[in-house]
């Protein structure tokens, strides 16, 4: 008998694994707190005896393997030190389970959403990983190690005839609300829009303690919801007294001395082209005619360095925001209005300090020259995109030829770049006109044009030639020297085989052979496509099989753009990563040594993650006044294209418009329907009807929800 009881068969190993994730679960919902196998065994709700004895075999098998430990004997704790604990970033999807993103781990850790404990979204979690049934990782949150964030975007519900409340919040950031007891209700009244600070979340509560530290006020109306859309991404509208003080005192003169440093090219033909409600303007253009038949054309940068000065309060609060965010109403700017709007806006017919990229160009727009450094200008003009397009178009008006010219090399530029790997997405962009009280009264889409690309291929090749020079020695030898790039890896090799063959069902081919052949491929796919039904669909799937751009000190190219090397230094007014470029520029042509290279990673991670928050402001912006827009026409008919699947629905794009709205599955009465990942569709189960990613489809207008910026459709069979 004692080698019987030695023998512990397959199917029991299991079952006892199944009872220790049991326990884990459990003990994972106070993971500091020391319990007896009785306690353990209540808690799992196995209470008879032989129940019990499988509890004390699991709790063996547990300690076995370092999962738990005992504290004292038959008291047993949690053990967060154990193999197979490992730390990274939890991100949850909408039906609450979420995914722990492990840096050193190939896929991310599964946590169903019994198991994600007191984690809110984007915390980093210490998490004890285990096979569930044999299938991928999965996991259990035993801890919470730092908050991602404290406060949050809700509306307050005021308990009747009590003297506190509960903060529902928009997003799902926080799967629980939070309680506001008496005394931390801020003067809010029932149905507010607020922030609310979360201050504790007690061990076994099930909600968060929180503090309402902002009344935003009326949930749906304009102001409340664009101020709810900032904080919620922690995005200030404002600056702080001290930083507009210190930018208000700024030496905006163009004295002697300064100018005597730099290279004056005051007196040469100077422009900017920019949106016609811009203010902006951070790049300004310059050609002239060399005596040896070659162009000399300047790419001149705000000198936003001169200005904003290290160890400042204007540079730590610029550093904070990272870069300005472009709502639809209206711009938070990464500096205060003085210097963006003003002291460092390349204003026509005023002398401005800028930082400088001069090339000299043959008639072919090959480069002859380069030279960088700071100077001084005077821009002669200012142009709108619509203006200068006037003149690429027609020939006549002021400065027609020189624009003609920029234009004629920028041409030449921009098939080179296409010619050596460039990917060329040309989507257009959702506008608005609004009113005087910022209401949407019509809808546009921003297409770029000729003068568009002038001014793109003009800061492309400054934004290169900059990297480049820090990059490289004169023999072509990389340097070493720490920069500020601006990365593209290269795209998902699985999702462009997924996108491979998805097109290929439409007639399309691609080769993947290598990173050439795929920027071919997708070069022709997005000709091939232009002016089909289909048209939509493919570019969606071929962005998304894409990969980020982000910043980094490690120069592993742009894949997109096809450049070795490539760095932001054009935009210094709205963006911190071109701050810091100007500066290593500045410190390199100093004959200054290399810095500390993680200092500037960690610069890098920041400025990331900031752009990427602003990103998501902007989206959220428009997808408000895209719902604010569709109210009047709630009931009305219209043709749409299906922009997305998903397991519980899909979404439709009105295409004259931009508004998306979803169409859930339960509100497709004709048939029970089932989601294809693979080929991107629903389908019934009895009639075998299909939607499918890319189909034209009529739907009405069901509901406009201004306050979860969401519309609802519903499919209309003709």
């Not at 909600?207 to 904080?231: F, M, R, Y």
Request: hydrophobic share 35%; glycine share 6%; charged share 30%.
């Amino acid at each position: 008998m004692a080698k019987k009881s030695k023998f512990v068969s397959h199917k029991n190993n299991h079952k006892l694994q199944e009872i220790g994730r049991l326990i884990l679960r459990f003990m994972n919902r106070q993971s500091g707190k020391v319990y007896n196998y009785k306690q353990i065994a209540d808690g799992i709700d196995y209470r008879n005896p032989r129940q019990r004895e499988l509890v004390i075999q699991a709790l063996h098998k547990l300690l076995a393997e370092q999962q738990i430990k005992e504290s004292e004997k038959g008291k047993y704790i949690l053990n967060l030190n154990i193999e197979g604990t490992v730390t990274g970033i939890i991100d949850f999807n909408q039906a609450g389970n979420a995914y722990v993103n492990v840096p050193e781990l190939e896929d991310d850790i599964f946590i169903h959403s019994k198991n994600v404990k007191d984690a809110l979204q984007g915390d980093e979690v210490l998490v004890v990983t285990y096979h569930f049934k044999g299938k991928k990782l999965e996991g259990s949150v035993l801890e919470v190690l730092k908050r991602n964030r404290e406060e949050f975007v809700g509306t307050f519900q005021l308990i009747n005839h009590k003297d506190f409340g509960f903060v529902v919040c928009d997003k799902k950031t926080i799967n629980t609300d939070i309680f506001v007891p008496k005394g931390k209700i801020g003067g809010a009244s029932d149905g507010d829009k607020v922030v609310v600070k979360m201050v504790e979340w007690r061990a076994g509560e099930k909600n968060p303690e929180g503090e309402i530290v902002k009344v935003l006020g009326a949930p749906g109306e304009h102001e409340t919801e664009i101020h709810s859309i900032l904080a919620e991404y922690g995005l200030p509208y404002s600056f702080p007294e001290d930083v507009e003080n210190e930018a208000e005192k700024i030496d905006r003169s163009i004295n002697d001395s300064e100018v005597a440093k730099r290279r004056d090219m005051r007196d040469i033909c100077t422009f900017t082209i920019d949106p016609k409600d811009a203010k902006d303007f951070d790049d300004a253009l310059s050609i002239q005619k060399l005596d040896n038949g070659n162009y000399e054309i300047g790419v001149h940068i705000a000198d936003v360095s001169h200005y904003v000065r290290p160890g400042t309060l204007l540079d730590d609060e610029a550093y904070d925001r990272a870069t300005s965010v472009y709502l639809v109403d209206r711009v938070v700017p990464m500096l205060p209005e003085v210097l963006s709007n003003d002291v460092c806006s390349l204003r026509p017919n005023e002398d401005k300090f800028t930082f400088s990229a001069v090339f000299e160009m043959d008639e072919n727009a090959d480069l002859v020259n380069q030279w960088f450094g700071r100077t001084v200008i005077h821009s002669d003009r200012r142009f709108s995109y619509e203006e200068a397009q006037e003149r690429i178009e027609s020939g006549e008006g002021d400065l027609s030829e020189e624009i003609l010219t920029l234009d004629r090399l920028a041409k030449i530029l921009r098939r080179e770049r296409i010619r050596n790997g460039a990917i060329t997405f040309d989507r257009s962009e959702v506008r608005f006109n609004l009113d005087e009280n910022s209401e949407p009264i019509g809808v546009y889409f921003k297409v770029s044009k000729d003068s568009n690309h002038l001014i793109e291929e003009f800061m492309l090749l400054a934004n290169r030639k900059v990297s480049e020079f820090i990059s490289l020695n004169r023999r072509g030898e990389p340097t070493g020297n720490t920069f500020i790039y601006r990365i593209h890896d290269d795209p998902d090799p699985t999702k462009l085989e997924a996108l491979r063959d998805f097109v290929s069902t439409f007639g399309y081919k691609m080769d993947l052979a290598n990173s050439k052949k795929v920027a071919d491929s997708l070069n022709q796919l997005l000709h091939d496509v232009k002016g089909k039904g289909e048209e939509n669909m493919i570019e969606t799937l071929a962005m998304r099989s894409m990969s980020k751009a982000v910043y980094s000190t490690n120069p592993i190219g742009h894949y997109g753009l096809g450049f070795d090397y490539y760095s932001h230094f054009t935009s210094p007014i709205r963006r911190y990563p071109d701050l810091i470029a100007h500066r290593l520029l500045q410190h390199y042509l100093d004959g200054g040594k290399s810095p500390n290279k993680n200092d500037y990673e960690e610069k890098s991670k920041h400025c990331s993650a900031m752009e990427r928050l602003a990103a998501d402001a902007e989206r959220d912006s428009i997808k408000f006044m895209q719902v604010k827009f569709m109210e009047k026409h709630v009931g009305q008919d219209f043709q749409g294209v299906i922009s997305g699947v998903a397991d519980f629905g899909f979404w439709v794009q009105i295409p004259e418009n931009g508004a998306e709205g979803l169409i859930k599955l339960r509100d497709l009465m004709d048939d029970s329907y089932s989601y294809d990942s693979k080929n991107h569709l629903v389908q019934g189960a009895r009639t075998g009807n299909q939607y499918q990613l890319g189909d034209q489809v009529r739907i009405r207008v069901m509901k406009a929800n201004l306050i979860q910026k969401q519309l609802d459709f519903k499919i209309i069979n003709d």
